[in-house]
């Protein structure tokens, strides 16, 4: 009956929220979010560090989406080179050797972008073994420390659920979603001086954007 609850409350939540087309269904013990897609719109997938696997190159290409390579010493510059003369409007953003973990996994992580509010979404990133590796950004003492990295998918603890929508202050550019003009609005994803966190760094260029949004 709760759970039913939830699902009502969802359902009339949604629409206001800036996802009219967004359905819930049940996901065992867990609500999951169908965000409606954004059919007819461009996607471009950036492949970090080289050609893309296999399984990441047909996931693209089952969606339609052009793929660019962004592989050079400096990360940040090679996605800003791949980006640079191309016109997707949605840019998926994820390492070569990302295996996504079904069919919509790429819709998914795209697929917030459908309302305006959303400037980024971030993805959950597994390593090898099935343990967390990237799954957003926690800032403490002015640093930047990887959420829940080393636990299970479906760890629970007192920070909650890996399994949660979260909105965050920065997510990974292992697995990242973002507008074209919000690229274009940041600058792009370089920013001379950071070092190596250029991820983190354009995230919180683009907070006032829009609201940056982790979806597992």
Known sequence: YALEGQV????????????????????????????????GVAVTLVALGGAPNAALRE??????????LADGADPAQAVDDALRDDTGEIVLLVDADFAPRNDSALAELAGPLSNPEIAVVGGQVLDPGGRILDHGVFFQGGAAWPAFRGKERHYNGEAGCCLWYRNMSAVPGGAMAFRRETWQAAGGFLLPGVGQRSDVAFC??????????LNP
């Open 8 to 39: 009502r409350a969802l359902r009339k939540y949604l629409p206001r929220a800036g996802w009219p087309a967004a359905t819930v269904r049940h996901d065992g013990p867990l609500l999951r979010i169908d965000w409606g897609g954004m059919p």
């Open 59 to 68: 996931a693209a290409e089952r969606m339609g989406a052009t793929i660019r």
């Open 204 to 213: 919180l260029r683009v907070l006032g954007r829009g609201r940056i949004l």
